[in-house]
């Protein structure tokens, strides 16, 4: 049985005691940790704290006699980089510890297995995957401050991406050092406060989320409310909410009227339209001539719920049930071939689980809905037509869900009442005169036609708790080795992203990293470890080195970083290679082992998600990477 969730409004009270614990731990971390890094010359020396901040230089004053001043800019980056890098990490892994140790009430303590409800696990591996897109450290924004003649530039993650000083130098090492240290830390003090960049991300991640229930229309493909249609809420005294999660274009028609609307893809809102509310998608708004009341948001961050229907049929099928004209039958809960309702006929239900093969209502036909002892449940397997009428034997709205499993498209040309869900079909609604289609409709694609009217009613029981619905397919098989056959997945916000077929080391296509401004970021998307076995205790990586480097003697380094939601792991460094030693213009063997904690939750939860991060110098380039694999 489904082990119920915890009622948000008890969650906020515990969160801000979580955060201000956090905030406790990690304010006391930030002042215990002081690291230093030095260069392989010991040359220059650079001491770091916790908070990220940039406590002291040691510059030797051979390095200013004479100075090229790109060499050295480089070559003190690279060890303030490593001090400030080593410093946070220090900070984050003590607090990911701590935290291991805090639980949410009503939720699974860490390492404990997810709620049961059908598709948690994939709707909040997807929610955080959402999350992390919006987060501020992936940002291509760049901060500078200068200090005197040294110019300071930092990333988003507040890594320096150059240093840059006034030509002609005239400075003491010690005075220099003192600039060095102030341009970095002014820098780094732009990068941390950034209101306009985090302000409501939180809280816009929240208004652009909604579940099945909130949604008078629902499309996992493509969304069309063409002109005139009107969709209310079920007050009728408001508008209806929508959403599509597709990638294909949402369009709302000329004199349409609807609610608030969330999309994945972008927006057409035509001339004339209204929506009576905010609008937000992932992609581009044209709203040229409409009316749109509340906010608008581009570039949004959408969550919306995977629409999946797993139904398991019983073994066999009772004979067809045709009703003829002008005729009556009533039949109870199970499984018919097809159920066939002609004009005028009808056919009465019962509280329960019916199953058919097709479903098909003449005009004028009408299937009566006896929901007295809880609501009915009708799965139609192959085929769904529908011009009759679904009519609650009390008098009521009727108290029924359809989900269509068929692929041909399901026209609702007469008045419907219930819920129609199709998750692998279009659904047509169609006008039906000055009567209202009352309930919701979630499908592959769904077409509310000219001057059509909807009024939403949400159905009484939320899809993980359907009746007779299989536990959600397991995630695809392990991926012990990740190629790059496919490259979709993989992003970066400083760099261009490029599958190719030369060079490759393995399979047919390896990743271009190219345009290289500094320290650049390449991000993949969850995927299964569900096969790597107990023995694997080690990440590996092939990565081409390019012989366009502008520092041949400081190429910089490559960083590995985990996230595994499922074990409450975030952002888990792996490990560092300095890519220096390394041959040019040929393939590399990256090899790290797996820090114990990323190898346990690797190896006992199935989705993860990998972060590479070359901190190298701009202008070098263009780097391969192929052929991820555990061993």
């Given at each position: 049985m489904t082990t119920p969730l915890p009622n948000p409004l008890a969650l906020p009270a515990f969160l801000n005691d979580l955060e201000r614990m956090l905030w406790f731990l990690e304010s006391n971390y930030q002042k215990q940790i002081v690291v230093e890094r030095a260069s392989a010359d010991q040359k220059v020396r650079a001491r770091a704290d916790g908070s990220g901040t940039l406590r002291s230089m040691a510059i030797d004053a051979s390095l200013l006699v004479a100075p090229n001043l790109t060499t050295l800019g480089t070559a003190l980056r690279s060890v303030i980089n490593d001090a400030l890098l080593a410093a946070t990490q220090q900070v984050a892994a003590k607090l990911s510890h701590e935290a291991f140790g805090f639980s949410v009430p009503g939720l699974p303590a860490t390492g404990q297995p997810a709620p049961d409800f059908a598709g948690f696990s994939r709707t909040a591996d997807a929610v955080f995957s959402k999350v992390l897109a919006a987060s501020v450290c992936d940002s291509s924004r760049l901060f500078e401050y200068r200090q005197g003649p040294v110019g300071a530039v930092v990333n988003a993650t507040r890594q320096v991406a150059s240093l840059s000083f006034q030509s002609p130098l005239v400075v003491s090492a010690p005075h220099l050092e003192q600039l060095v240290r102030d341009a970095v830390n002014g820098a780094i003090e732009l990068a941390t406060r950034r209101d306009t960049d985090s302000a409501g991300v939180v809280r816009s991640i929240l208004d652009a989320s909604a579940a099945f229930q909130d949604l008078v229309l629902y499309a996992s493909d493509e969304l069309r409310v063409d002109a005139g249609a009107s969709l209310r809420n079920s007050a009728?005294?408001?508008f209806g909410m929508v959403g599509s999660a597709g990638a294909t274009q949402t369009v709302v028609g000329a004199g349409a009227e609807l609610g608030n609307v969330l999309s994945v893809a972008g927006v057409t809102v035509q001339a004339g339209a209204h929506v009576h509310g905010a609008l937000r998608t992932s992609g581009q708004l044209s709203a040229a001539g409409a009316d749109i009341t509340g906010p608008t948001v581009q570039d949004a961050v959408v969550v919306l719920p995977e629409l999946s229907l797993n139904v398991v049929f019983p073994g066999s099928a009772a004979a067809a049930v045709i009703v003829a004209s002008d005729t009556q039958r009533t039949i109870a809960p199970g499984y018919y071939s097809d159920l066939v309702v002609r004009a005028r006929g009808k056919l009465v239900l019962s509280s329960g689980v019916y199953f058919c093969n097709s479903l098909v209502l003449e005009a004028q036909a009408q299937v009566s809905l006896n929901a007295a002892a809880g609501p009915?449940?009708?799965?139609?397997?192959d085929s769904f037509t529908f011009q009759g009428a679904f009519v609650d034997a009390g008098g009521g709205v009727p108290n029924v869900f359809v989900g269509y499993l068929g692929a041909a498209t399901a026209s609702v040309a007469a008045p419907f009442s219930g819920t129609l869900s199709a998750p692998n079909a279009k659904v047509d609604v169609q006008a039906t005169g000055a009567t209202d289609h009352v309930g919701a409709f979630?499908?592959?694609?769904?077409?509310v036609h000219p001057n059509a009217r909807i009024r939403h009613l949400p159905f009484g029981v939320i899809y993980e708790n359907l009746p007779n619905l299989a536990a959600p397919p397991a995630l695809a098989a392990a991926a012990v080795h990740l190629g790059f056959?496919?490259?979709?997945?993989?992003?970066?916000?400083?760099?261009q992203l490029a599958s190719v077929t030369t060079p490759v080391n393995q399979g047919t296509r390896s990743l271009r990293v190219a345009n290289i401004t500094g320290s650049t970021e390449i991000i993949g998307s969850l995927f299964s470890t569900a096969g790597v076995g107990a023995s694997v205790t080690r990440l590996r990586l092939d990565l081409w080195v390019s012989t366009t480097q502008p520092t041949p003697s400081a190429v910089g380094e490559v960083q590995l970083f985990a996230t595994i939601p499922g074990a409450n792991v975030y952002g888990a460094f792996v490990g560092v290679v300095d890519l220096t030693p390394l041959s040019r213009g040929v393939w590399s063997l990256i090899d790290l082992e797996l820090p114990p904690t990323t190898r346990d939750a690797i190896r006992a939860h199935?989705?993860?998600?990998?972060?590479i991060v070359l901190n190298v110098t701009s202008g070098s380039g263009p780097y391969f990477l192929d052929n991820i694999r555990f061993a």
């Amino acid at each position: 049985m489904t082990t119920p969730l915890p009622n948000p409004l008890a969650l906020p009270a515990f969160l801000n005691d979580l955060e201000r614990m956090l905030w406790f731990l990690e304010s006391n971390y930030q002042k215990q940790i002081v690291v230093e890094r030095a260069s392989a010359d010991q040359k220059v020396r650079a001491r770091a704290d916790g908070s990220g901040t940039l406590r002291s230089m040691a510059i030797d004053a051979s390095l200013l006699v004479a100075p090229n001043l790109t060499t050295l800019g480089t070559a003190l980056r690279s060890v303030i980089n490593d001090a400030l890098l080593a410093a946070t990490q220090q900070v984050a892994a003590k607090l990911s510890h701590e935290a291991f140790g805090f639980s949410v009430p009503g939720l699974p303590a860490t390492g404990q297995p997810a709620p049961d409800f059908a598709g948690f696990s994939r709707t909040a591996d997807a929610v955080f995957s959402k999350v992390l897109a919006a987060s501020v450290c992936d940002s291509s924004r760049l901060f500078e401050y200068r200090q005197g003649p040294v110019g300071a530039v930092v990333n988003a993650t507040r890594q320096v991406a150059s240093l840059s000083f006034q030509s002609p130098l005239v400075v003491s090492a010690p005075h220099l050092e003192q600039l060095v240290r102030d341009a970095v830390n002014g820098a780094i003090e732009l990068a941390t406060r950034r209101d306009t960049d985090s302000a409501g991300v939180v809280r816009s991640i929240l208004d652009a989320s909604a579940a099945f229930q909130d949604l008078v229309l629902y499309a996992s493909d493509e969304l069309r409310v063409d002109a005139g249609a009107s969709l209310r809420n079920s007050a009728g005294d408001g508008f209806g909410m929508v959403g599509s999660a597709g990638a294909t274009q949402t369009v709302v028609g000329a004199g349409a009227e609807l609610g608030n609307v969330l999309s994945v893809a972008g927006v057409t809102v035509q001339a004339g339209a209204h929506v009576h509310g905010a609008l937000r998608t992932s992609g581009q708004l044209s709203a040229a001539g409409a009316d749109i009341t509340g906010p608008t948001v581009q570039d949004a961050v959408v969550v919306l719920p995977e629409l999946s229907l797993n139904v398991v049929f019983p073994g066999s099928a009772a004979a067809a049930v045709i009703v003829a004209s002008d005729t009556q039958r009533t039949i109870a809960p199970g499984y018919y071939s097809d159920l066939v309702v002609r004009a005028r006929g009808k056919l009465v239900l019962s509280s329960g689980v019916y199953f058919c093969n097709s479903l098909v209502l003449e005009a004028q036909a009408q299937v009566s809905l006896n929901a007295a002892a809880g609501p009915i449940f009708l799965y139609v397997r192959d085929s769904f037509t529908f011009q009759g009428a679904f009519v609650d034997a009390g008098g009521g709205v009727p108290n029924v869900f359809v989900g269509y499993l068929g692929a041909a498209t399901a026209s609702v040309a007469a008045p419907f009442s219930g819920t129609l869900s199709a998750p692998n079909a279009k659904v047509d609604v169609q006008a039906t005169g000055a009567t209202d289609h009352v309930g919701a409709f979630h499908a592959r694609q769904i077409e509310v036609h000219p001057n059509a009217r909807i009024r939403h009613l949400p159905f009484g029981v939320i899809y993980e708790n359907l009746p007779n619905l299989a536990a959600p397919p397991a995630l695809a098989a392990a991926a012990v080795h990740l190629g790059f056959e496919d490259s979709s997945g993989w992003t970066s916000p400083q760099a261009q992203l490029a599958s190719v077929t030369t060079p490759v080391n393995q399979g047919t296509r390896s990743l271009r990293v190219a345009n290289i401004t500094g320290s650049t970021e390449i991000i993949g998307s969850l995927f299964s470890t569900a096969g790597v076995g107990a023995s694997v205790t080690r990440l590996r990586l092939d990565l081409w080195v390019s012989t366009t480097q502008p520092t041949p003697s400081a190429v910089g380094e490559v960083q590995l970083f985990a996230t595994i939601p499922g074990a409450n792991v975030y952002g888990a460094f792996v490990g560092v290679v300095d890519l220096t030693p390394l041959s040019r213009g040929v393939w590399s063997l990256i090899d790290l082992e797996l820090p114990p904690t990323t190898r346990d939750a690797i190896r006992a939860h199935r989705n993860t998600q990998l972060k590479i991060v070359l901190n190298v110098t701009s202008g070098s380039g263009p780097y391969f990477l192929d052929n991820i694999r555990f061993a």
